[in-house]
C-alpha cells in the first residue's frame, strides 16, 4: 500500500541542514541527493500530497482543485493541482502540489539541440566542465523515459501519421516518462504498467507515471527527508551563518505563519515561485541582481486544435477506472513530429499529439458551441465525446523557440508576467501555418482558439514557463551562476554561502523541447557541484542495499 511522504505541518522542526522550497523536478533531485548526503533535509510545499488514485477523475473534482488568479481575482484554494495565472499579455498555467509540475505535465523528455547550450546567455562553464552531459545521463536514470514500443498502432498516432502528409515529415515515437511495463523503479517504488488511458495531464491514477512524487521524493524520504505540504513561503532572509525561510498555511487568510532555519536554502518553487520569493525578499532588503525577474519564456508553447476532419484521432482520455471502452488511447503524448531548422534556430519546432484528459469531456462541446461551432458539439452532446464529432478532435502540443523578453513582477500579493506584443512573437505565426497545413492533409480546421469566448481570451498561453532567475556569468547577466548560486550583489560575480534556485526559473532562452528533463539535469549538476565544494558524498549505501546502482558525483 502506498504511504504518504508528506508529514502534518505541527511536525516541522525549528531548524535543518537544508530547506528545500518546492517539489518538482529541481527540488526532487535537491532533497534525494543531499538526504543521502547525510544532510538533515526539510521539504516545503505550498499544495496538497495525492496518493494514486486521488487525483481528479471527473469535472467536479477537477473544479475543486482549479486555482485561477488574474489581477485582483482570486478563485479556488491556493494549495488546488491546477494554477491557472491569467495575464494582460499572457497566461500561465503551472502544477501545484508534491511533485510539482510532474504531476500533470506530459511527461515528455527530450534533450534539447546542442545549439540551444551554444547561446552566450549561458554561463561558460555550463559547457566547459563536462557535468551537464551527466547530469542529462543522472536525469535519464531516475526518471526513465521510454518510448511505446506500440505507438504507430494508437489510433491518435495515426492520424497524426495522416496529419503529417502536410509538413512533409513522419511522426516518430516520443520519449515519455512512463512505465509501460509493471516494474520497481530506482527509488525502490514498486509500479504497473501503464493502461494507456491518457489522462497523464490531470494526474495518473495508475502509478505508472515516473513523476517526482515516484522517483526523488521517495528516495529523499528513504534517506530521512522531512516534508510538509500547504505552507507557502513568502521569502527568505539571512539569520545568522544561515538563513531564515518564513512560511504560512496555503489558505490562511490572516497571514500568520512561521519559519524555519537551515545553512543552505535551496528555492525549486517554479518558475514563479522562486523568482516571486527572491522579489520579495528583495523588497525586504536581500540584494540581489537586477536581472530578477528577467527573460521570461514561454518556450514557444502552444495549445491548438482541428476539428472535422476525415480521421478519428481518439484524443480524449478515458481515466482509470476507465469511463469508455474502446480502443487504447494512449500517453497523454505519444509521438511527435520534429521539424529542425538547420539554419536558424529559433524557426525550429516539434508538433506533438496530444490528449485532453477525461474530466474535462463534459466541457468540450461547450468549449466548441462557444467557439461558433454548434452542429458537431450538439451532435457530441448526443453521441458523447468518445462516438461524435469530438472523437475526430486532434490536439497539438507545439514547443518551439520564443525571445524571452517577459519580465515577473511583483502585482496585488503576487505575481504577473509583463509581456506586451507577447501575441506578435514570430512564433505564433510560424506555428499557425504548420498547424493550418496539418489540418488541411486530413480536411480538418484548424481552431487556435476555442477559449476565445471565455476569459482566457485569444492570448498566448505557456504550460512551461521559464525564466526570471536566469543562469549568466555575473550579477550584470544572471540572477544565478552556472552551479545555480545567487549572486550577492547587483554586478559583480559573488554569490551567497547557501543560497540556490534549481528550478524552470534558472534557463535563460527558450530550449525547443519540453523542458522536465533539461531542468532535472540543470538540478542534478548543481548538486554534484554542491556536493564537491562541500566535500560531501551521495550514499551509495542504501542504494547498494535495495540492489540499485550507485549514484556517482564524480
Keep these: 500500500m502506498q504511504q504518504r511522504l508528506s508529514s502534518p505541518r505541527e511536525e516541522i522542526g525549528s531548524a535543518y541542514d537544508v530547506v528545500v522550497v518546492g517539489s518538482g523536478y529541481g527540488g526532487g533531485v535537491a532533497a534525494s541527493r543531499l538526504a543521502r548526503a547525510g544532510q538533515s533535509v526539510c521539504v516545503i510545499e505550498k499544495g496538497k500530497e495525492f496518493l494514486t488514485g486521488e487525483f481528479p477523475g471527473r469535472l467536479p473534482e477537477l473544479r475543486r482543485e482549479l486555482q485561477v488568479h488574474g489581477g485582483k481575482m482570486r478563485s479556488g484554494s491556493r494549495a488546488g493541482l491546477f494554477d491557472f495565472r491569467l495575464g494582460s499579455d499572457i497566461h500561465v498555467l503551472v502544477g501545484c502540489g508534491l511533485g510539482g509540475g510532474s504531476l500533470i505535465n506530459a511527461g515528455v523528455a527530450l534533450e534539447p539541440e546542442a545549439r540551444v547550450f551554444a547561446d552566450p546567455v549561458w554561463p561558460e562553464e555550463l559547457r566547459s566542465d563536462g557535468l551537464l552531459a551527466q547530469g542529462f545521463a543522472r536525469a535519464s536514470a531516475m526518471l526513465r523515459p521510454m518510448r511505446y514500443a506500440k505507438a504507430a498502432d494508437l489510433t491518435k498516432v495515426r492520424a497524426l501519421e495522416a496529419a503529417s502528409a502536410g509538413l512533409g515529415r513522419a511522426p516518430v515515437a516520443a520519449p515519455v516518462v512512463v512505465s509501460f511495463e509493471e516494474t520497481v523503479n530506482p527509488a525502490g517504488v514498486a509500479q504497473p504498467a501503464c493502461t494507456l488511458c491518457g489522462d497523464c495531464c490531470s494526474g ?22 522531512e516534508m510538509f505540504t500547504e505552507l507557502s513561503v513568502s521569502h527568505i532572509e539571512k539569520h545568522g551563518a544561515g538563513w531564515r525561510v518564513h512560511f504560512a498555511p496555503s489558505d490562511a487568510k490572516d497571514g500568520a505563519g512561521g519559519h524555519v532555519d537551515a545553512k543552505t536554502v535551496i528555492l525549486a518553487a517554479g518558475t514563479l515561485g ?18 530578477l525577474g528577467m527573460r521570461f519564456s514561454a518556450n514557444g508553447d502552444i495549445i491548438a486544435f482541428a476539428l472535422g476532419g476525415r480521421e478519428r484521432v481518439n484524443g480524449i482520455g478515458v481515466g482509470h477506472p476507465p469511463k469508455y471502452v474502446g480502443d487504447a488511447v494512449g500517453a497523454a503524448v505519444a509521438a ?27 466541457l468540450l462541446p461547450v468549449f466548441f458551441i462557444a467557439g461558433g461551432r454548434l452542429l458537431g458539439a450538439a451532435e457530441s452532446l448526443i453521441k458523447g465525446v468518445y462516438r461524435g464529432p469530438l472523437s475526430h478532435l486532434h490536439t497539438f502540443f507545439v514547443v518551439s523557440h520564443d525571445e524571452a523578453k517577459g519580465r515577473i513582477v511583483l502585482d496585488n500579493g503576487g505575481v504577473k508576467v509583463e509581456w506586451p506584443g507577447a501575441g506578435d512573437e514570430p512564433v505564433y505565426a510560424r506555428v499557425d501555418e504548420a498547424l493550418t497545413k496539418a489540418a488541411a492533409a486530413v480536411g480538418a480546421r484548424y481552431i487556435k482558439s476555442p477559449l476565445a469566448a471565455t476569459s482566457m481570451g485569444t492570448k498566448p498561453a505557456t504550460a512551461h514557463p521559464l525564466g526570471g532567475c536566469g543562469m549568466g556569468e555575473d550579477a550584470k547577466s544572471g540572477v544565478v551562476n552556472h552551479k545555480c548560486q545567487v549572486f550577492d550583489d547587483s554586478s559583480g560575480g559573488s554569490v551567497y554561502s547557501g543560497l540556490y534556485v534549481c528550478d524552470g526559473s534558472i534557463i535563460p532562452r527558450s530550449i525547443g523541447v519540453n523542458p522536465l528533463l533539461t531542468i532535472t539535469a540543470l538540478a542534478e549538476r548543481a548538486m554534484v557541484h554542491l556536493a564537491r565544494d562541500r566535500n560531501l558524498g551521495f550514499d551509495h549505501a542504501a542504494a547498494e542495499k535495495l540492489g540499485h546502482e550507485p549514484l556517482p558525483i564524480v
Design 204 to 225: 495518473c491514477n495508475v502509478g505508472a507515471k515516473n513523476t517526482v512524487a515516484m522517483t526523488y521524493l521517495p528516495d529523499a524520504r528513504a534517506h530521512g527527508a
Design 336 to 362: 511527435q513530429i520534429e521539424l529542425p531548422d538547420a539554419n536558424h534556430l529559433d524557426r525550429s519546432m516539434i508538433v506533438q499529439e496530444g490528449v485532453l484528459p477525461s474530466a474535462l469531456a463534459p
Design 274 to 291: 522562486s523568482t516571486e520569493i527572491l522579489l520579495r525578499s528583495r523588497e525586504k532588503g536581500l540584494t540581489l541582481s537586477d536581472r
